[in-house]
């Protein structure tokens, strides 16, 4: 049977890449090593790493003027990792915007509490996280350190479908969610980051995209391990990273650049969330509750209109292959992530099933 994994992360991989990392387990390239004995300073590691790098460069079209960070602690730790090192470019206490948009931007901005004074500059709360504010509507603070947005709020199902201007104030974005899935203007970003468990590789691995400009201000409570300027200058080797991820992350990107590269991979996700939500929205049976200007291509929360059956739907969807579908325990209902490695086929089949449970119940 094939399977088709709808995890939000960690998240399913390209079959491909699972197979070369399969076949490379033991011995990695002739060097009778696998990855994971290789010490992180030989030049096999060497090697893999720096292909990453210039693959991840090329694949997101990151600026010269911009450093590529390998580092661990997840999204989450980004944000304690972020303010402590882009607050020491103001007077303390600092203020940062933030656009709260749902579960993960709300996260971020009680994290950066800790470190400096929030402002809430826009938020779809009151409308249970259903839409983006629009631009028009944040309120922002002139000589804020830094605006906190999250571009594709993985458990809420919103996404930006636009880059928010803030003039000269550097915009911090989590990405984790949708990062290598469409094609993003670097330049209008002061950092962007992201845990790779979705679209990139497995857990472990944290990438920071950030101006050069905004490196070399942490706050003297900055952990060396996390500290940019640190990190930047040792080419994230100040400590071991992750090898195994950036390997498996590694071989994610020469896959992407295989299927065309970025700019293809967003056209496949539009058409597989179109096809998704068309047919979601085709029958009261079921229901997609987000704002459809602001849907997510990636996350597709959705709800069966009589929620009794939900035990009965992802029990029959797991004996058909269709895996992880249950929704976040803070919105309930269902969610459908389909990342990059999600095939077209894999939607088809899960549109094919919800058809078959809707006859079956409806
Ligand atoms: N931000 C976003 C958008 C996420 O989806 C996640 C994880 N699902 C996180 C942050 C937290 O990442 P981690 O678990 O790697 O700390």
Not at 99 to 107: F, L, R
Request: hydrophobic share 40%; charged share 20%.
């Amino acid at each position: 049977m094939t399977v088709y994994n709808f995890s939000a992360g960690p998240a399913v991989l390209p079959n491909e890449v699972l197979r070369q990392a399969a076949a490379e387990m033991t011995d990695w390239h002739g060097s009778g090593m696998s990855v994971m004995e290789m010490s992180h300073r030989g030049e096999e590691f060497m090697a893999i790493h720096a292909a990453a790098l210039r693959d991840f460069r090329e694949l997101l079209a990151v600026p010269e003027n911009y450093k590529i960070l390998f580092l661990q602690g997840g999204g989450l730790g980004e944000n304690a990792i972020v303010p402590m090192n882009l607050l020491g470019r103001k007077p303390q206490p600092a203020v940062v915007d933030f656009v709260q948009t749902g579960s993960w931007s709300t996260k971020s901005l009680k994290e950066a509490r800790k470190y400096c004074t929030v402002n809430i500059a826009a938020s779809s709360e009151a409308s249970k996280f259903t839409t983006i504010p629009p631009r028009a509507s944040w309120q922002l603070t002139p000589d804020a350190a830094y605006v906190h947005v999250c571009t594709n709020e993985t458990i809420d199902g919103v996404e930006y479908q636009f880059t928010p201007d803030v003039g000269e104030v550097p915009l911090v974005a989590d990405m984790s969610s949708h990062i290598l899935a469409r094609q993003v203007d670097v330049s209008k970003y002061g950092v962007i980051f992201g845990g790779a468990q979705k679209n990139i590789g497995p857990a472990g691995l944290t990438v920071v995209v950030v101006r050069e400009d905004l490196i070399g201000h942490a706050l003297p409570i900055c952990p060396s391990a996390f500290d940019w300027k640190i990190v930047a200058e040792n080419n994230s080797m100040y400590n071991t990273p992750p090898t195994y991820s950036i390997y498996i992350a590694g071989l994610v990107f020469q896959w992407l650049k295989r299927q065309g590269g970025v700019a293809a991979m967003e056209q496949r996700n539009i058409a597989k969330a179109a096809l998704l939500y068309e047919y979601l929205d085709s029958t009261g049976f079921y229901q997609s509750r987000v704002d459809v200007a602001h849907r997510s291509r990636m996350n597709v929360p959705f709800f069966l209109h009589d929620e009794t059956l939900n035990t009965a739907f992802l029990a029959g969807a797991k004996e058909r292959g269709l895996l992880q579908l249950k929704g976040h325990k803070s919105v309930g209902g269902m969610r459908a992530s389909i990342y990059n490695a999600m095939p077209i086929e894999g939607v088809q089949a899960l549109i094919a099933y919800l058809k078959e449970f809707e006859a079956h119940h409806g």
